[in-house]
């Protein structure tokens, strides 16, 4: 836990870093799902890819409909 503390402590003002942080834990947690799911028994490295490819199409589809809706903020 320090270490996440120190991480997140270490870029006060950038929010990438932090994004990607989120992103990565979030799909430690999502990969054994898609991995469970497969019904023919994908490897875990291609679990973690569909994973983390699940997780960039919903951020971007979120973006977009942010720049939709609010348009003269971009």
Do not use: C
């Not at 503390?5 to 870093?17: A, D, H, N, T």
């Not at 947690?29 to 291609?46: C, D, E, H, K, M």
């Amino acid at each position: 836990m320090q270490i996440l503390k120190f991480i997140l402590s270490e870029f006060p003002q950038q929010k990438y870093p932090k994004w990607i942080l989120f992103a990565l834990i979030l799909n430690v947690a999502l990969a054994p799902a898609v991995y469970a799911t497969s019904a023919q028994g994908i490897n875990r490295n291609t679990a973690f890819a569909i994973g983390l490819l699940i997780l960039v199409t919903l951020s971007l589809g979120i973006y977009l409909f942010a720049v939709i809706l609010q348009p003269e903020k971009f």
